[in-house]
């Protein structure tokens, strides 16, 4: 029996490509195991999906001061020792990584035990984890070909990312079911990520009305983030988060308003969806999701407001400016080829797997 142990948490993005991989791997016959954080929203994630799932101890990594970083480093070594210890129990083939604070121990227990590892970098440029976790890792697969210019020439490798193969294939019928919309109006989907977004929540509902003139609106604003004085409006459904229907609402979702998560932005590439992205702020991240958002810019695969400069009316504009040439961008899409990532890896996988 082929073993493999998948690690990647602190964020949903460092699960998702994870679970992206699992259909593929138990149909090549692997015994899948995971590493990660004892409290992360990885654990229920993957435990949900019956993975055999083990708890390590993880320090969060920083670029600024916290008093915790005079501790953190002993916790990273406790996890690099549970790490060693579950690896010499399960005996893996190899590991693959998706980053997180989580993965560096793990990363670094596979190097002493000689456990082949690839790690996969989501954003243009790499986190923090990675960043410490690469020169422990065999290959590096990267996102945006633009990334191989900050990784190791003769680990790094483009791939893409990981797709899902159930988000892309929604039913049309259950998404319009769900909403309870007509398809007498095309639908704009907002997204602001697992939390949401206040900003982008508060210029979807100031232009809402005029909105609502022309288009349908997904609004999938965050937990706690619903407006109880809009929730019977016609055209206009809001949920806190969703995850089995996400697929079917995507499904007939003609332009999507989205922060520039890696994940999320090369889901919608894959599934040609015309998109306009408003990138967390350099004040609130390290600055990756406005590099994601300005490579697709740069391949007319998405139009981009930065959070700085967004009103209502540049707001409305762009989405009636991207909806009207629709076509162009979903022309530009289909020449891609990066939602091939899923295969690449696998084939990644299976070639390094064994190796010294």
């Known amino acids: 029996m082929k073993k493999i142990i998948l690690t990647g948490g602190g964020t949903a993005g460092h699960v998702t490509p994870n679970i992206a991989l699992l259909p593929k791997l138990k149909k090549l016959g692997y015994e899948i195991y995971y590493i990660g954080s004892k409290n992360g929203i990885e654990r229920q994630l993957i435990e949900e999906l019956n993975i055999k799932y083990f708890a390590i101890s993880s320090g969060k990594l920083r670029r600024y001061f916290h008093k915790d970083n005079f501790t953190d480093p002993f916790r990273v070594l406790r996890g690099m020792s549970q790490a060693a210890s579950i690896i010499k129990r399960i005996k893996p083939d190899i590991i693959f990584s998706k980053g997180g604070f989580v993965t560096v121990p793990v990363i670094m227990a596979a190097k002493l035990k000689k456990v082949p590892t690839i790690i996969h970098e989501s954003d ?12 422990f890792c065999s290959k590096v697969c990267v996102t945006f070909p633009e990334t191989l210019n ?44 697992s939390l949401g977004a206040a900003k982008i929540n508060e210029h ?33 459904v809001q949920y806190p988060y969703v995850k089995n229907q996400l697929p079917h609402l995507l499904s007939i979702t003609d332009v999507v308003i989205s922060r520039a998560g890696a994940n999320s932005i090369f889901e919608f590439l894959a599934l040609k969806k015309p998109n306009i992205l408003i990138p967390l702020s350099k004040a609130a991240s390290r600055g990756d999701q406005i590099l994601n958002a300005e490579s697709f810019l740069k391949q007319g695969f998405s139009e981009v407001i930065h959070e700085e400069s967004l009103t209502d009316q540049m707001l409305l504009e762009k989405v009636e400016d991207v909806y009207k ?32």
């Open 204 to 236: 979807i509902r100031n232009i809402l009305p005029k909105l609502l003139d022309n288009f349908n609106v997904i609004h999938l604003c965050g937990e706690g983030k619903v407006e109880e004085g809009l929730l019977n409006k016609v055209g206009y």
């Open 325 to 356: 040439n629709r076509a162009s961008y979903i022309e530009k899409m289909e020449k891609d080829s990066s939602s091939l990532g899923l295969d690449k890896i696998i084939e990644l996988i299976e070639k390094n797997r064994g190796k010294k």
């Open 124 to 135: 243009y440029t790499p986190g923090l984890a990675n960043k410490i976790a690469i020169p």
């Open 150 to 193: 900050h990784v190791p020439k003769e680990k790094g490798i483009y791939t893409g990312s990981p797709i899902r193969e159930d988000i892309l294939n929604g039913d049309s019928s259950e998404g319009y079911k769900e909403t309870g919309f007509s398809t007498n109006k095309p639908v704009i989907m907002v997204m602001g990520g």
